[in-house]
């Protein structure tokens, strides 16, 4: 799912008062990893980063139609990742959607809160980038972007703010006349769209928008920029060049963007030779959102922040393949963090944060991919200190489950009925080749009992690694499915002290038993699926993906 138009959507969203931005989402076209190579976990980082971008609705590609007749798992587009019930993982895909559709409600709620709009001129194409560290606005603000409609159209002043008619409103609009000052950003939204796109900032400005901006600055607002040479157009282009330059020299005068750089007119302000972080800076605009070690690692994290009345909704995703743990701060100090976490729909308050000068600074801990909600909606009570202990639980073990564990395939799918598996691996690295090449589900089984008493406290059972989506019964109660880290489930209600019956149903993907059909005479093939696919995009050579319960299996307890 390319990054380089969802800003555009959302950002249009934003501009013409859409409560949602919606992207085709999960549309996947690569060799040796089209058709059914990803499974929920794999798709999580591609939902979190479209979400921090403003996209808020998606659009599955694809779920094609598939008759019983067609098998399984059946024909298919030359592009995107499967939804239909002929995928392994369906029948265990409710909390993956239940995910992504707890971040789109929570995504639609409210409006965007933007510091800056940046102008996009009126030079053709008028493109949006992709969310990237703007020059001069730098990380820990937020921005969208206007084109000549919205700014004729649809921008008043109110307060010093740009406000737009359904509610969004920005701090200052930047004059950036170009989809963006950076060559390289400039030249991929080009590729992306087939066009040639200038990093150069337009120096024409037409008569009606040079006009409107005169007029949101009398009426108080804060625009940032250098001063048109022309009026650009053909119509009554010598009139129209002659007011343009009047204009421009009466609202410029003798700025030059180095000695002599804000101007007070009316009740607003116009700037030329200072960033839009500078001048936040300057009026004590803190940024939105930052965290420690952001400066060495700007694209470990990212937000999106919406605000509905009196709410402040904060989405902060880690867009690392790595357990992280940092500081972060949001513009906001009068209420009480709340943690939502969208995988498990558990939501509670912080006990441990600090509040100053109007930053809320707490503690996050992260799984890999992982993602948050942040919540401000109550307001700080006068016992409200913030220095309560950890946030999140901490885990001790209690024990590994090792030893041998039985493993029951799906015979109707090449696996063997039983099998043991002396160690935790991956199936392809299995001698057999109905494990090596199997797609489907496969459960594990182990007896245990606790070595220790836990004394009330909650334990769980702990998983180092899925591929791609387990099931866990515990003396035949029902737990839960996991399809992201971390790949823990709480066991209290079920987990006795001895003889304890532990059943892990664990379900990979199609490529492999396709890829491994694909060898086969079309007789011999299990699957039913194309004999070839468009482009190549999975043949006989595409590599087998690791598939099972991998690594270790542990007993813990919670703090």
């Keep these: 799912m390319s990054r380089l138009n969802l800003k555009q959507?959302?950002?249009?969203?934003?501009?013409?008062?859409?409560?949602?931005?919606?992207?085709?989402?999960?549309?996947?076209?690569?060799?040796?990893?089209?058709?059914?190579?990803l499974g929920p976990s794999d798709l999580k980082p591609y939902a979190n980063?479209?979400?921090?971008?403003?996209?808020?609705?998606?659009?599955?590609?694809?779920?094609?139609?598939?008759?019983?007749?067609?098998g399984k798992p059946g024909y298919e587009y030359c592009a995107g990742t499967h939804f239909t019930p002929n995928v392994t993982w369906w029948n265990q895909s409710k909390e993956f959607f239940n995910y992504l559709n707890r971040c789109q409600y929570m995504l639609q709620k409210g409006l965007f809160v933007a510091d800056v709009c940046f102008y996009l001129g009126e030079r053709p194409p008028l493109l949006a980038p992709p969310k990237y560290n703007v020059p001069g606005l730098g990380t820990g603000y937020d921005c969208d972007y206007a084109n000549p409609d919205v700014l004729?159209?649809?921008?008043?002043?109110?307060?010093?703010?740009?406000?737009?008619?359904?509610?969004m409103?920005?701090?200052?609009?930047?004059?950036?006349?170009?989809?963006?000052?950076?060559?390289?950003?400039?030249?991929?939204?080009?590729?992306?769209?087939?066009?040639?796109?200038?990093?150069?900032?337009?120096?024409?400005?037409?008569v009606a928008v040079i006009k409107k901006i005169r007029s949101l600055i009398e009426a108080g607002a804060t625009v940032v920029g250098a001063p048109p040479e022309n009026a650009g157009g053909l119509a009554s282009y010598a009139q129209a060049d002659v007011e343009v330059k009047n204009i421009a020299h009466e609202l410029w005068g003798d700025l030059d963007g180095k000695n002599k750089k804000e101007k007070k007119i009316g009740k607003g302000r116009l700037i030329?030779?200072?960033?839009?972080?500078?001048?936040?800076?300057?009026?004590?605009?803190?940024?939105?959102?930052?965290?420690?070690?952001?400066?060495?690692?700007?694209?470990d994290f990212d937000y999106i922040h919406r605000r509905a009345e009196k709410t402040d909704i904060y989405f902060v995703?880690?867009?690392t393949n790595k357990q992280q743990n940092r500081e972060f701060s949001f513009r906001v100090g009068d209420r009480v963090p709340e943690i939502w976490d969208a995988v498990?729909?558990?939501?509670?308050?912080?006990?441990?944060?600090?509040?100053?000068?109007?930053?809320?600074?707490?503690?996050?801990?992260?799984?890999?991919?992982?993602?948050?909600?942040?919540?401000f909606n109550k307001p700080l009570g006068p016992n409200a200190t913030g220095k309560g202990k950890s946030n999140f639980l901490t885990f001790t073990g209690l024990q590994e489950l090792n030893g041998n564990w039985k493993v029951a395939f799906d015979t109707k799918w090449g696996g063997p009925a039983s099998t043991d598996f002396p160690e935790l691996i991956s199936w392809t690295d299995r001698p057999e080749e109905g494990v090596k090449s199997y797609s489907g589900t496969a459960t594990y089984s182990k007896t245990f009992n606790l070595q220790k008493p836990v004394n009330g406290k909650p334990i769980y059972l702990e998983l180092t690694d899925v591929k791609n989506v387990a099931e866990i019964k515990l003396n035949g109660k029902p737990l839960g499915?996991?399809?992201?880290?971390?790949?823990?489930?709480?066991?209290?209600?079920?987990?006795?002290?001895?003889?304890?019956?532990?059943?892990?149903?664990?379900?990979?993907?199609?490529?492999?038993?396709?890829?491994?059909?694909?060898?086969?005479?079309?007789?011999?093939?299990?699957?039913?699926?194309?004999?070839?696919?468009?482009?190549?995009?999975?043949?006989?050579?595409?590599?087998?993906?690791?598939?099972?319960?991998?690594?270790?299996?542990?007993?813990?307890?919670?703090?």
């Design 9 to 37: 959507t959302a950002t249009a969203a934003h501009v013409y008062g859409k409560r949602q931005a919606e992207a085709e989402a999960f549309t996947e076209q690569q060799k040796d990893a089209t058709h059914w190579t």
């Design 49 to 70: 980063d479209a979400f921090c971008e403003g996209v808020n609705r998606l659009l599955l590609h694809s779920a094609t139609c598939q008759p019983p007749s067609d």
């Design 152 to 167: 004729l159209n649809r921008m008043t002043v109110k307060d010093g703010r740009i406000i737009l008619p359904d509610g």
């Design 169 to 206: 409103n920005y701090r200052m609009l930047v004059l950036q006349d170009c989809p963006s000052p950076v060559k390289d950003i400039a030249d991929e939204v080009g590729r992306y769209q087939g066009l040639q796109v200038s990093s150069v900032p337009s120096r024409t400005m037409s």
């Design 272 to 299: 030329w030779g200072t960033t839009p972080r500078e001048l936040l800076l300057q009026d004590r605009v803190v940024p939105d959102f930052e965290y420690e070690g952001l400066n060495n690692d700007a694209d």
């Design 317 to 319: 995703i880690n867009r």
């Design 344 to 375: 498990t729909g558990r939501k509670y308050d912080a006990t441990n944060y600090t509040v100053k000068n109007g930053i809320t600074t707490m503690e996050l801990n992260f799984d890999v991919f992982g993602s948050y909600f942040i919540v």
């Design 481 to 559: 499915v996991l399809w992201c880290a971390p790949w823990r489930v709480n066991i209290s209600n079920a987990v006795k002290a001895s003889g304890n019956v532990l059943e892990i149903s664990v379900t990979n993907l199609w490529c492999n038993r396709v890829v491994h059909d694909l060898s086969l005479p079309v007789s011999s093939r299990i699957t039913k699926t194309h004999e070839s696919f468009r482009f190549d995009m999975l043949n006989v050579n595409t590599p087998m993906l690791p598939s099972g319960l991998l690594g270790k299996v542990k007993i813990v307890m919670s703090n």
